[in-house]
């Protein structure tokens, strides 16, 4: 556990430096303190670390269940803008003018199943209230999904 304040401790080595060591070290832990430890040392390090130490932090992490956690949420988070950037296009492609009110509430869905399905309806509309309508109600179902996680 005290692997994990070692990069905000004093020492004669940077934060950095501390962090990408505090990480080497914790690599070796066995069993599932492991990935618990690494991740507070990730999280805690966020902030200040510089853009190199991260890269030589992740080269450390290379191979741990948490780079490929960090992979596969980099992944999916790019599907997710992907699929906002279709819905956004085809809106401005579909109805002529960019409907900001309607784009805002595309990119605040982050769910990548109510996306689709958004995109789906969305090829049946015939004008933009119907489109309205759909990212409305994809919206809503948005709020529906977040709210039910949070019980």
């Known amino acids: 556990m005290k692997l994990i304040f070692l990069p905000l401790m004093k020492s004669k080595k940077t934060e950095d430096e501390m962090a990408v060591r505090a990480a080497e070290l914790a690599k070796d832990i066995p069993g599932e303190n492991k990935t618990f430890v690494i991740g507070a040392i990730v999280a805690i390090t966020d902030k200040f670390m510089s853009e190199d130490y991260k890269k030589r932090l992740l080269e450390v992490l290379k191979m741990t269940q948490i780079e490929q956690w960090i992979r596969e949420e980099g992944r999916e988070e790019g599907r997710v803008e992907a699929k906002q950037d279709d819905i956004c296009k085809y809106l401005v492609k ?26 789906e309806d969305l090829f049946a509309a015939s004008t933009l209230e119907e489109a309205k309508a759909i990212i409305v109600a994809g ?4 709020d529906q999904q977040s709210h039910l996680r949070s019980n």
């Open 139 to 142: 919206h809503f179902n948005l």
């Open 94 to 119: 579909r109805f002529g003018a960019k409907p900001d009110e309607l784009i805002s509430k595309v990119r605040e869905m982050t769910s990548l199943e109510i996306l689709d399905g958004v995109m």
